[in-house]
């Protein structure tokens, strides 16, 4: 573990090097997570390491379906293609995430109210394109498929500023 981490360390400072002015934006979503039916509204942060390539953090919040609440924690990679004008963008993205679920009070078979909390590790791909509706704004479409335990896919709409 402690290699891979020193890995990506290194791979980050040598991209960073090379990277132009570090442009940073702010992205909100509303989405939908096809296997336990539910919305969800999310933040994401996104920083161009180079000109191609950035890193995207996120959260989503998950709506409660079926007692079952959710809070997601994602980092992924974009890997940028503009098209000609700047007007569009398409990416693949991977990383990796966490879900986090809370399962709601639910009677067991002696009659006891129970709830619990479940935490697994997912490794996420998926892709988006982004149109431009100006120099600072932006609007966003992204489907994600996140493999874990309970693997899921997560379509996301939503819309940006650069800063």
Known sequence: ?????F????IATTLGASAQTGD?????NLGYQTSYERFTLGVQGRYNITDKIRIAPDVMFFFPHDKVTGLDVNINAHY????PGE?????????IGMQNNFYGKDSDSNGKDKSYTSTKFAFNIGA??????GTR???NAELKFQFADDDSAVILLGYGFRF
């Open 1 to 5: 573990m402690k290699k891979f981490l």
């Open 7 to 10: 890995l990506i360390a290194f």
């Open 24 to 28: 940073f934006s702010v992205l909100g």
């Open 80 to 83: 940028v293609f503009n098209f």
């Open 87 to 95: 007007r569009f963008s398409v990416y693949p993205l991977a990383g």
């Open 128 to 133: 988006g394109i982004t149109y431009n509706l």
């Open 137 to 139: 704004n932006y609007l």
